[in-house]
């Protein structure tokens, strides 16, 4: 149930996502809150608020929502995470678990977030948008860092996963770009064989894959 639990923490992300991009940092906690119900690693999340720190410092508004967001953050890891901890040192760190599709899933995260920082000024979002999404970019070299150091592959996994917004947000503006001189048309050809690429690759070649197959589909029945 690991991985159904943490596609629902996941889901609840990107609400959060959207209520930090409207400056609602409540509205974010919140659903960070909710979502580390379904699975923990959710509050890894807690991160992103410091992407526009830079624009609250000088206002008292600012301190305030600052002092409010580590207040809250402390006790939600106090809540969700401190009784777990030894837990995960035990499980993810001492039994070095290792994920068999670690080094794939975070690359998927990589390659987008490479592209957003090298063309981020190109990127239609606003401001609020992009400090959030810069981060997240960062978190995703961090994430690639770790799995070379990080003696378990499945704990900087479980995290990288929370990263996949980017492949959305810059999957959905590639094709406004123009990047690399390609029109909208091409990028979007691209797009959609690259996914039917990974997707047919995992399904004939993954260790794991005989537990989906045969592959049923309602429209195949008729």
């Not at 809150?33 to 379904?38: I, K, Q, R, S």
């Not at 606003?126 to 799995?147: E, F, K, N, R």
């Amino acid at each position: 149930m690991g991985y159904t639990r943490q596609g629902v923490a996941i889901g609840i992300e990107l609400l959060a996502l959207l209520a930090l991009q409207r400056d609602r940092l409540l509205q974010f906690l919140a659903w960070i809150g909710l979502a580390a119900t379904f699975h923990a690693t959710a509050l890894s999340m807690l991160v992103l608020p410091i992407s526009s720190l830079g624009q609250r410092f000088g206002r008292l508004s600012g301190l305030v929502s600052i002092a409010f967001l580590i207040g809250t953050g402390y006790g939600l890891l106090r809540a969700f995470l401190v009784s777990s901890i030894e837990t995960y040192q035990t499980v993810y760190l001492e039994a070095e678990y290792q994920s068999q599709g670690a080094i794939i899933r975070v690359i998927l995260v990589l390659l987008p977030a490479l592209i957003f920082l090298w063309n981020r000024r190109q990127f239609p979002v606003s401001p609020s948008q992009g400090s959030i999404y810069t981060l997240m970019a960062w978190l995703a070299v961090a994430a690639s860092i770790g799995l070379v150091v990080s003696p378990s592959s499945t704990a900087v996994d479980r995290v990288a996963l929370y990263l996949l917004p980017l492949q959305i947000v810059v999957g959905s503006h590639l094709p406004l770009i123009r990047w690399q001189g390609l029109g909208p048309g091409t990028w979007r050809q691209l797009l959609v064989l690259s996914s039917f690429a990974l997707l047919s690759i995992w399904l004939l070649f993954a260790a794991n894959s005989a537990a989906w197959l045969p592959y049923y589909n309602l429209l195949f029945e008729f």
